[in-house]
């Protein structure tokens, strides 16, 4: 923006800052958290196993506290030449109770990053838009775990799914890096057969520790005319392994006065655990109003009375998410 | 002072002139016949009543008339003596009069255009009031040559004076708000003052001050015009074929005129609001006024010397030094307990209130040879908030929004009639801006400094041609401090995550030369017919943005009151500064531009009537556009556009009671997908417009006016369903299409409708008066549909409607 004075900057930025005043009175209304069809607030790529089976990825802190649910560490961004076997892909959906969720796998689009743009976005796909759909990636459904979560009387299920994909391998070719891929998904309730639709743009990158593919990656560059160093600087910086971020508690507080009015407040071992992500959050409940579902720590009023519950998603903008739930039984 | 002391015939001739100089013959002085009157001694100056020594059984009554709830003196006023109305005199311009009566007169009648007759008592030559003679407004206004009605000089050409803009029930006085009761003048959005003119975008329109370019027009956006409208004289709209005297608009030219007159006295105004106050100033200052030792007056409240032709005189200069200056400023903040208790502080919380303030100081004077005028303008806005957006990472999980937008500009416009029919006008312009905004955390703090030279010269070679030929040469220099992610192409969309985005930080700093020039020709081959060629050039911030214009109009004069008209041309302007950047956009852009075609009638139906016929196209060529050849570059001359329509206007001046008018506009406006290929709707496009603005005087001091709007809805898009993006945690619309935007426009929201009303009551002082103004919007209370929301997963979709009846009022004292 060095151009002689937009005569219509001034006005972009007026009308930025009052559409954002009027958006904001509804755009992020109160309706989203509010738990009334299935939803899939999580998906991961993960890798099973020990340690020993990710040859080159690096034992970081918090991996291990996910022993308990058998996977090793959260793999993001995905990296080339890693044993696709050992990769699994996990969706975990909410619904009220009663409505069991399936997931449905769609198309996989792959995008190639446009190397020649001064304004590479590398975890963005807005500057990555072209693609071809490919139709014969396979995902075989690995398990399907279906528990009420919590206590009596608390409308909420949750269903983790785990698909592995054989044939990831074929996209994780050194020879072929840096492709983004996106992929479609839509979750069906089996109660009146509403869906909720999504998609999971991922980005495969060489281990930054690959020089060879780094390498093919520099001449693939060089091919598309481009001499921006800062650019593949970039793409090196975005394939930095993510360390995700780690939930560990999720807190309802009952409120003094009426015993409906809550503080709702999301524990993470340190918001930034790599020193280069943020994190952000977003509360489901099974009831009631909160006051904002993106604080971390937040108002909720319970309405009526009984066991209600709250849901947390942590996403580390850099494909690292974690969740967690809480209960409490509201008293009149 | 005009004596009626002479023989009948002089009487005679004086009155007519005195009338016709009024503009009627309806005349104030109607039953006076002429006769052999008393004679009355030379004038002199007298500020009160007096009497001079009686002679032969007469008195001399000197004194003054004056308008109520002013010191504004009221000139050719005619003094009538009762019992003989063939005695009577007029006013001189400071509003004195001089009248000889016998010494048995009883009663004096004072009658003043736009003002009640007034009867007062004489007692032995002595007013029964001390003091100025004081006349009421009338509320019969016989406009006998008070509202100059402004030659139209553009085929295409719409003006509304400020009377008549400070009262349109809806805007709130201001003066491009006013601007959308004319046809096809739509509000972006309702309630804001931002226009879009026959189906072009806002952005496409070009604003002036008088010759004054202003770097933005609106308050925050939209809020209101950053110069009041009591600062015009009023504002005039070219919504298409102008001639080649404007340029860098392919949308409409709109010029917000100010006064060229030099005030005669000092007087003021205050306005108190709801929301905001201002204060206005005019007078004179130096110099001495040009009826002061009764020296002809050269220049004086002179307009341009367009196409030079007037000539050179050696008649005294009024050398008087005319100003103007007034100050605005919200004050929202004090509502801010009120705000707060309607706002949920956990997802919107205010640190600065929105403030909008401005201020204009005018200067205006004559020299030996013309007019000039100086001029400082400012405006400043404030707003910052944070708010849920769901892309904050802030432990409060809001995101932040700042600005902090000003500008000044100073100028001059000096206009000289050189003689020999040459006339050059000269208007040079500084201009400061500080653009400063945060959002989601990123800051872009702009400093420009403006410097231009506009420069015309004019000719008239006969009665028959006259040609203008100028250029406006300007330079600018840019700081700019970046500390911000890069937007991806074509601004944030849903797809876009500010948070993921690559992040700068640096300084830039940059200089450019641009400029346009042109060459305009007024020519009358035969008396009904006046033919209007130019040329206009406009180079941009880069070299190869470089275009000349062609133009063309005529207009044949079918009677004295019916005029046909038709105009043609070219009209290039230059891209938005963030598409041809170097930095951030593709600098290969080209100039976008458009050919406009014109063609209708204007009337004049009586002394009062006024309509006016137009249809137009308007093909828009290489609009800018989200790059489709080459998606590195970002930006590309890619869209096509085009609107057509039809516009009727049919006007009554403010003569009798009321005035009003009725506008409708047609129009079909259309831009071509680059991508697809395929024509769809304009984001703007609004095929009907019809408003109804009346205003009727009950009494000299009470007015009441209404607005009547109707206009077709806004083409919206149907959202079907959404999808949830696992890297952001937000819905995004289903059906968007690959680029992240949602253009279809495959709906149109209902109609929309809407009445305002207005009643404004003057409370007279003696030298002063108070206005108290009562506006109501949307007096039906008719929920209009202005756009759809949908729920935060696109799951469903509910109308947003517009403002209820909201009742505004205002005091506004004026001296």
């Given at each position: 923006?060095?151009?002689?004075?937009?005569?219509?900057?001034?006005?972009?930025?007026?009308?930025?800052?009052?559409?954002?005043?009027?958006?904001?009175?509804?755009?992020?209304?109160?309706?989203?958290?509010?738990?009334?069809?299935?939803?899939?607030?999580?998906?991961?790529?993960?890798?099973?196993?020990?340690?020993?089976?990710?040859?080159?990825?690096?034992?970081?802190?918090?991996?291990?506290?996910?022993?308990?649910?058998?996977?090793?560490?959260?793999?993001?961004?995905?990296?080339?030449?890693?044993?696709?076997?050992?990769?699994?892909?996990?969706?975990?959906?909410?619904?009220?109770?009663?409505?069991?969720?399936?997931?449905?796998?769609?198309?996989?689009?792959?995008?190639?990053?446009?190397?020649?743009?001064?304004?590479?976005?590398?975890?963005?796909?807005?500057?990555?838009?072209?693609?071809?759909?490919?139709?014969?990636?396979?995902?075989?459904?690995?398990?399907?775990?279906?528990?009420?979560?919590?206590?009596?009387?608390?409308?909420?299920?949750?269903?983790?799914?785990?698909?592995?994909?054989?044939?990831?391998?074929?996209?994780?070719?050194?020879?072929?890096?840096?492709?983004?891929?996106?992929?479609?998904?839509?979750?069906?309730?089996?109660?009146?057969?509403?869906?909720?639709?999504?998609?999971?743009?991922?980005?495969?990158?060489?281990?930054?520790?690959?020089?060879?593919?780094?390498?093919?990656?520099?001449?693939?560059?060089?091919?598309?005319?481009?001499?921006?160093?800062?650019?593949?600087?970039?793409?090196?910086a975005a394939a930095k392994r993510n360390t995700p971020p780690d939930l560990t508690g999720v807190s309802p507080k009952v409120g003094a006065a009426t015993g409906k009015k809550l503080d709702l407040e999301a524990t993470l071992v340190g918001s930034d655990p790599d020193a280069d992500a943020k994190t952000r959050l977003q509360w489901f409940t099974t009831r009631g109003k909160l006051g904002n579902e993106r604080a971390r720590k937040t108002s909720w009023d319970a309405e009526g009375s009984g066991p209600a519950g709250a849901f947390v998603v942590v996403r580390d903008l850099q494909g690292g998410q974690d969740y967690g739930f809480t209960t409490v039984d509201v008293k009149e | 002072m005009k004596v009626n002391s002479t023989p009948r015939a002089q009487v005679s001739s004086l009155l007519a002139a005195a009338v016709a100089c009024l503009g009627s013959a309806r005349a104030l002085a109607q039953d006076i016949a002429p006769t052999e009157a008393p004679a009355t001694a030379a004038p002199a100056p007298a500020p009160a009543p007096a009497v001079t020594a009686p002679a032969n059984e007469t008195v001399v009554l000197r004194g003054e008339v004056k308008a109520k709830g002013s010191t504004t003196p009221l000139k050719d006023a005619v003094v009538i003596q009762s019992d003989n109305r063939d005695n009577n005199v007029t006013t001189d311009a400071a509003g004195r009069f001089e009248i000889t009566l016998p010494k048995g007169a009883t009663k004096l009648l004072f009658r003043a255009e736009g003002y009640d007759e007034l009867e007062m008592s004489v007692s032995d030559g002595v007013l029964?009031?001390?003091?100025?003679?004081?006349?009421?407004?009338?509320?019969?206004?016989?406009?006998?040559?008070?509202?100059?009605?402004?030659?139209?000089?553009?085929?295409?050409?719409?003006?509304?004076?400020?009377?008549?803009?400070?009262?349109?029930?809806?805007?709130?006085?201001?003066?491009?708000?006013?601007?959308?009761?004319?046809?096809?003048v739509i509000a972006t959005n309702p309630g804001s003052a931002q226009i879009t003119v026959r189906g072009s975008a806002p952005g496409d329109n070009r604003f002036f001050v008088d010759r004054l370019e202003v770097p933005f027009v609106f308050h925050l956006g939209g809020l209101g015009t950053v110069v009041p409208t009591r600062m015009l004289e009023g504002v005039d709209l070219f919504p298409g074929g102008w001639s080649s005297l404007y340029n860098d608009a392919t949308g409409g030219i709109i010029q917000l005129r100010t006064e060229n007159r030099i005030p005669e006295r000092f007087s003021g105004q205050v306005e108190l609001g709801l929301a905001q106050s201002s204060v206005y100033l005019e007078g004179n200052?130096?110099?001495?006024?040009?009826?002061?030792?009764?020296?002809?007056?050269?220049?004086?409240?002179?307009?341009?010397?367009?196409?030079?032709?007037?000539?050179?005189?050696?008649?005294?200069?009024?050398?008087?030094?005319?100003?103007?200056a007034g100050f605005r400023r919200t004050y929202l903040e004090v509502y801010t307990p009120i705000i707060k208790k309607f706002v949920d502080e956990e997802r919107l919380s205010f640190t600065t209130f929105p403030q909008a303030t401005d201020y204009q100081f005018v200067l205006n004077g004559n020299h030996a040879s013309g007019t000039w005028q100086a001029y400082l303008l400012g405006a400043a806005d404030r707003l910052s908030l944070a708010a849920t957006t769901g892309l904050s990472s802030s432990e409060d999980g809001k995101s932040k929004f700042g600005l902090f937008n000003y500008f000044e500009t100073a100028g001059a416009r000096w206009q000289s009639n050189l003689g020999n029919g040459w006339g050059l006008t000269l208007a040079p312009q500084q201009r400061y801006l500080i653009i400063d905004q945060e959002f989601f955390g990123n800051t872009v703090d702009v400093r420009s400094n403006k410097f231009?030279?506009?420069?015309?010269?004019?000719?008239?070679?006969?009665?028959?041609?006259?040609?203008?030929?100028?250029?406006?040469?300007?330079?600018?220099?840019?700081?700019?401090?970046?500390?911000?992610?890069?937007?991806?192409?074509?601004?944030?969309?849903?797809?876009?995550?500010?948070?993921?985005?690559?992040?700068?930080?640096?300084?830039?700093?940059?200089?450019?030369?641009?400029?346009?020039?042109?060459?305009?020709?007024?020519?009358?081959?035969?008396?009904?017919?006046?033919?209007?060629?130019?040329?206009?050039?406009?180079?941009?911030?880069?070299?190869?943005?470089?275009?000349?214009?062609?133009r063309f109009s005529a207009r044949y004069a079918l009677s004295q009151n019916h005029a046909l008209k038709a105009g043609w041309g070219y009209y290039s302007q230059r891209p938005e500064a963030v598409y041809d950047s170097k930095d951030y956009g593709n600098p290969d852009l080209k100039l976008e531009r458009a050919i406009h075609y014109v063609g209708g009638i204007e009337s004049k139906l009586g002394s009062s009537w006024e309509t006016d016929f137009q249809v137009y196209y308007k093909n828009m060529l290489n609009f800018v556009g989200n790059a489709t050849k080459e998606p590195e570059k970002k930006y590309e001359n890619n869209v096509k556009g085009?609107?057509?329509?039809?516009?009727?206007?049919?006007?009554?001046?403010?003569?009798?009671?009321?005035?009003?008018?009725?506008?409708?506009?047609?129009?079909?406006?259309?831009?071509?997908?680059p991508k697809s290929g395929t024509w769809r709707p304009f984001d703007f496009d609004k095929p009907h417009s019809l408003n109804v603005v009346s205003a009727y005087k009950i009494t000299?001091?009470?007015?009441?006016?209404?607005?009547?709007?109707?206009?077709?809805?806004?083409?919206?898009?149907?959202?079907?369903?959404?999808?949830?993006?696992?890297?952001?945690?937000?819905?995004?619309?289903?059906?968007?299409?690959?680029?992240?935007?949602?253009?279809?426009?495959?709906?149109?929201?209902?109609?929309y409708f809407q009445w305002d009303a207005r009643t404004d009551y003057d409370i007279l002082y003696d030298t002063w008066k108070l206005r108290l103004y009562l506006e109501v919007l949307n007096v039906t209370n008719r929920a209009n549909v202005v756009g759809r929301r949908n729920s935060p997963d696109f799951s469903e979709t509910q109308d947003v409607t517009g403002a209820p009846t909201i009742p505004t009022f205002g005091v506004i004292a004026s001296f």
């Open positions: 923006m060095t151009t002689p004075l937009p005569r219509r900057l001034a006005f972009l930025g007026a009308f930025l800052g009052v559409s954002s005043l009027l958006a904001t009175c509804g755009e992020e209304g109160s309706q989203l958290h509010e738990l009334e069809g299935v939803r899939v607030p999580v998906a991961q790529f993960f890798l099973e196993g020990t340690p020993a089976d990710v040859a080159k990825a690096t034992k970081k802190a918090g991996c291990e506290t996910w022993a308990d649910k058998k996977i090793y560490c959260q793999q993001y961004p995905v990296y080339t030449g890693i044993d696709a076997r050992k990769f699994k892909l996990r969706f975990v959906s909410i619904s009220p109770e009663g409505e069991v969720a399936t997931v449905a796998m769609g198309a996989l689009k792959r995008f190639q990053v446009r190397l020649g743009s001064t304004n590479v976005q590398v975890n963005d796909v807005s500057t990555v838009l072209e693609g071809a759909e490919r139709k014969a990636w396979g995902f075989t459904k690995d398990a399907s775990n279906s528990r009420v979560l919590s206590t009596k009387g608390l409308r909420v299920e949750e269903t983790v799914f785990d698909f592995r994909v054989p044939g990831l391998g074929e996209l994780l070719d050194t020879k072929n890096p840096s492709p983004v891929l996106a992929l479609d998904y839509a979750a069906t309730s089996s109660k009146g057969g509403r869906t909720d639709e999504g998609f999971l743009t991922f980005f495969v990158y060489p281990d930054p520790a690959d020089t060879a593919a780094w390498k093919t990656l520099t001449d693939l560059a060089a091919k598309q005319g481009i001499a921006d160093d800062a650019a593949l600087a970039r793409l090196k | 029964a009031e001390s003091g100025p003679v004081a006349l009421e407004p009338a509320a019969e206004v016989l406009r006998l040559g008070v509202i100059r009605a402004r030659r139209k000089v553009e085929v295409s050409q719409q003006s509304l004076q400020r009377d008549e803009l400070e009262r349109i029930p809806g805007s709130g006085g201001d003066a491009v708000r006013g601007l959308q009761t004319l046809p096809s200052m130096f110099g001495t006024p040009p009826s002061a030792d009764g020296g002809a007056v050269a220049s004086s409240n002179a307009s341009a010397p367009a196409q030079g032709d007037a000539e050179k005189s050696t008649a005294r200069v009024d050398d008087r030094i005319g100003y103007r231009a030279l506009e420069a015309a010269l004019d000719k008239r070679f006969s009665s028959q041609v006259s040609a203008t030929v100028g250029v406006r040469p300007e330079y600018e220099r840019v700081t700019t401090d970046v500390d911000a992610i890069q937007f991806p192409a074509g601004g944030p969309n849903p797809f876009w995550d500010p948070d993921t985005a690559p992040r700068s930080k640096e300084r830039r700093v940059r200089d450019t030369v641009s400029g346009a020039a042109y060459f305009d020709v007024l020519y009358r081959p035969v008396q009904p017919l006046t033919l209007n060629p130019g040329v206009s050039a406009l180079r941009g911030n880069w070299a190869h943005q470089l275009e000349v214009d062609p085009r609107s057509k329509g039809f516009e009727a206007l049919i006007k009554k001046q403010r003569t009798g009671r009321w005035t009003g008018w009725v506008s409708y506009g047609y129009s079909k406006a259309e831009r071509r997908d000299g001091q009470w007015e009441v006016s209404s607005k009547w709007q109707y206009q077709s809805g806004s083409p919206t898009t149907i959202i079907r369903g959404g999808r949830f993006n696992q890297a952001t945690g937000r819905y995004v619309p289903a059906n968007i299409t690959g680029d992240g935007t949602l253009e279809a426009n495959d709906d149109r929201l209902p109609a």
